[in-house]
């Protein structure tokens, strides 16, 4: 790692960060297996090598080499192999690997052709299961011969409704798919044969039956979130849907005795951005399954925001050893935390996290020591040790320490309002590192996309570059956001801008009114629902000296079908299409309201964007040029809608030099 001066975060720190992507802890807790990322500043690849490290003291030691990606290690349950994901020695794709837990040579156990997803070893360590989504004929063929790999494709014949993924492309016409691998010998044979996709899937304990979950309606393109639990026996043969309640299920996790089954649900198919509650049915007779957590109004999972540590948001939630209890993440307030839920009454209490972001827990066999990931508003994920007996807690790694020990940061001071309607609101002003508060500064309002996400205590490499660089930073969760109950994310259902604007609005005059503000110097800038919240603010008042608006919506109408959400989108308008409520659509987009927009504005939007497409930025920058607003348009070459987070790193740097440039000019 080269040296790095002291001073505020820059863009080029990009390149520096390491950054862990997988974990696990070995049955008998003594040891971690991590899969640690790195950039390559020259070919600007991202690789990433697997390491162990002793949990009770000692030295992390790479455990892999070589620049490939090694990726989703897992322990056997005998603790003496580990399987993993990597493309060494081909690029295009990953294979499953095992290599056993004393070192030596890993051994490839998959030759399939496709995309391998979600796997996890039987009980008894000789097979393993995974999701597979095989490609299709016609592309296979298309590499294998030279002249037509050069020619490209001629056509695509679409047959499904849901064809393409942001950060995929075209999806192959293939459904995803369960198989068996079995370990020694490497073959693998199809357990499911569904035209739908099979995901999560998890062994029962005695290892005769695979729980997974799938989509079982007619058509599954058009009912994407009636997602269903379903069992077949590991040997193969018929699948059984169990009967629940409707909803968007995921990560079943079978009862140490295997008697019962929980998993996460939004209950209901058209409101998906609704807390994911904990349920729990048993097997046996197949009786009723309980909500353990919809009394809390609290939602489970990892939903808290960041830009450098790969939190997953949703795992498997994790039994107690005596089968009483969940180990189960939950976001609020900014926060998440883990939460111990008692499989009788639901009862929930707090067991681990403060001020900080708790990634998903991985247990030792005896439900003892769990290893997880923590960050904090000033430190990216590092893997921690957490003794659920004692309650103690110990860092493992350190994974940034030294260079990011450098930088000049300040933690973000946490505000509550008093917002419209009633409204309590959470937000944080994160100041430059030097601040004087004598001096008066410019500020940037940063508002976060999903919209049912929320801004919290996780680390975000921009935000502390722009205080880095002077500006006062301040970020609010506005209603439609999660983390604060059902009633806040649902108040903007048909009522997409005009909500959240009065939230931000109330949250901007309380941070103008702060003494060490300058209000003729404030910016805005948020991306995708961020920024149709951009064009909507713009569009609305003219407070703000300027604006970075990114992978922006501005017109709901031709938005619908464009995306690869295809129509999921018309769930918030009524769960209607444009042409039914054609004036409610028009109403609440910013392009309606372009006329009235003052502020210069630069447009961002990445070329590859299949969540929003970059229509949408070309309407917003025509209309503001033909209405006479100082703009400029800014096109990312062939990054997703995640271009923040996981673009290829010159390209993130990129935009923020982009963006910092327009602000520096005017403010």
């Known amino acids: 790692m080269d040296a790095r001066p002291s001073g505020p975060l820059t863009a080029d720190d990009l390149y520096r960060f390491q950054l862990i992507t997988g974990y696990d802890l070995s049955p008998d807790g003594r040891q971690a297996v991590y899969a640690l990322q790195r950039v390559d500043r020259r070919t600007q690849k991202r690789y990433s090598n697997l390491w162990l490290m002793p949990v009770q003291g000692g030295q992390a030691r790479r455990f892999t080499v070589g620049d490939q990606v090694d990726a989703a290690p897992r ?39 496709g995309s391998l997803g979600e796997f996890a070893w039987s009980p008894d360590g000789r097979s393993i299961v995974l999701s597979f989504r095989p490609r299709d004929e016609e592309e296979i063929a298309r590499e294998e011969d030279e002249l037509k790999r050069e020619l490209g494709v001629v056509a695509r014949h679409i047959t499904r409704t849901v064809y393409r993924a942001d950060g995929e492309g075209f999806l192959p016409q293939a459904y995803r798919q369960l198989h068996i691998v079995d370990v020694a010998d490497g073959q693998s044979r199809r357990l499911t044969n569904g035209m739908r996709d099979e995901v999560n899937p998890v062994w029962s304990p005695d290892g005769k039956t695979i729980a997974f979950v799938a989509n079982r309606t007619p058509d599954p393109d058009w009912d994407q979130m009636n997602l269903s639990l379903c069992l077949v026996s590991a040997a193969g043969g018929e699948v059984t849907e169990l009967a629940l309640p409707e909803g968007r299920k995921q990560c079943p996790s079978f009862s140490p005795d295997g008697t019962r089954l929980a998993y996460f649900c939004s209950e209901g198919v058209r409101q998906f951005w609704q807390n994911m509650d904990l349920w729990i049915v048993p097997l046996a007779d197949q009786g009723a399954a309980r909500n353990l957590t ?20 949703f795992v498997p939630p994790a039994w107690s050893s005596d089968g009483e209890a969940l180990y189960v993440n939950f976001s609020r307030h900014g926060r998440t935390f883990v939460g111990t839920v008692q499989a009788t009454d639901g009862t929930v209490e707090q067991v681990l996290g403060e001020d900080d972001l708790i990634g998903s827990l991985s247990p030792d066999a005896a439900g003892r020591s769990f290893l997880y990931l923590r960050a904090t508003a000033t430190t990216p994920g590092d893997l921690w040790l957490w003794d659920a007996e004692s309650g103690s807690t110990r860092q493992l790694t350190q994974v940034n320490a030294g260079w990011l020990d450098t930088a000049a940061l300040n933690a973000p001071e946490e505000h509550w309002i008093d917002g419209p309607d009633g409204n309590r609101l959470q937000g944080w002003i994160l100041k430059p590192p030097d601040f004087d508060p004598a001096r008066s500064y410019p500020v940037i309002l940063e508002i976060h996309g999903g919209p049912q996400l929320q801004y919290g205590h996780g680390f975000f490499h921009e935000l502390h570059m722009l205080a880095g660089l002077g500006y006062v930073v301040c970020y609010c969760n506005p209603r439609g956001s999660q983390g604060y109950g059902n009633r806040h994310v649902n108040a903007i259902v048909d009522d997409f801008g005009a909500v959240a604007y009065g939230d931000l609005m109330a949250w901007t005059d309380y941070v103008a009114a702060r003494p060490y503000v300058d209000t003729r110097r404030m910016g805005v800038t948020g991306g995708s629902y961020g920024g149709y919240m951009t064009n909507w603010i713009v569009s609305h008042t003219d407070r703000f ?78 209309a503001l040029r033909q209405v006479g607003v100082e703009s400029e348009f800014v096109r990312i070459e062939a990054e997703s809608h995640g271009l923040s987070r996981a673009g290829r790193t010159d390209r993130r740097i990129a935009r923020l030099e982009y963006l910092v440039g327009w602000f520096a000019r005017y403010l």
Request: glycine fraction near 6%.
């Open 75 to 113: 322990w056997s349950p005998d603790g003496r192999q580990i399987a993993f994901l990597s493309n060494r020695g081909n690029e295009k794709q990953s294979q499953l690997y095992i290599i056993p837990a004393d070192g030596g040579e890993a051994r490839k156990i998959t030759e399939l052709a």
């Open 294 to 313: 919809g009394h809390t109004d609290i939602t489970t999972g990892d939903l808290t925001l960041g830009d450098t540590d790969l939190r997953v948001a």
């Open 545 to 622: 000296a300027a604006a970075v608006t990114q992978r922006s919506l501005c017109n709901l109408i031709s938005f619908h079908g464009t995306s690869d959400f295809t129509w999921l989108f018309q769930c918030w308008f009524n769960d209607a299409p444009p042409w039914e409520r054609l004036d409610d659509y028009w109403r609440q987009s910013p392009l309606n309201y372009v006329a009235a927009v003052q502020t210069p504005t630069m447009v961002i939007h990445a070329e590859g964007d299949r969540r929003v497409n970059v229509e949408q930025s070309e309407q917003w920058f025509t």
